[in-house]
Nanobody, 122 residues
């Protein structure tokens, strides 16, 4: 069981950077796969990045490869999303996900942060 509190969203100009942070409660953070999702107005929620329980398994959506970086610090119960070279199309509400599985899931057992707005101006 995990409770997730997210921070770091905001307004940034195109080409700028933001770092999202997600703090997880509990003592078993390392047992959860973690991921970042986003949902733009009128669009489906999509996976942005995922990092596995073993931290060696990392996935990025094609749209963010080379620009975003996911990381986790199990000692601090934190997961991060460093976002560089931001584009207007990155504008969305970003959500942190914790899944008690080897892979991130949106199904039963997954936990979600409250979401934070990222707005990239052109």
């Amino acid at each position: 069981q995990v409770q997730l509190v997210e921070s770091g969203g905001g307004l940034v100009q195109a080409g700028g950077s933001l770092r999202l942070s997600c703090a997880a409660s509990g003592r078993t953070f390392s047992n959860y796969a973690m991921g970042w999702f986003r949902q733009a107005p009128g669009k489906d929620r999509e996976v942005v990045a995922k990092i596995g329980r073993g931290i060696l398994s990392i996935y990025y959506a094609d749209s963010v490869k080379g620009r975003f970086a996911i990381s986790r610090d199990n000692a601090k119960n934190m997961v991060y999303l460093q976002m560089n070279s931001l584009r207007p199309e990155d504008t969305a509400v970003y959500y942190c996900n914790a899944s008690p599985l080897s892979e991130v899931t949106t199904g039963a057992g997954a936990y979600w942060s409250q979401g934070t707005q990222v707005t990239v101006s052109s």
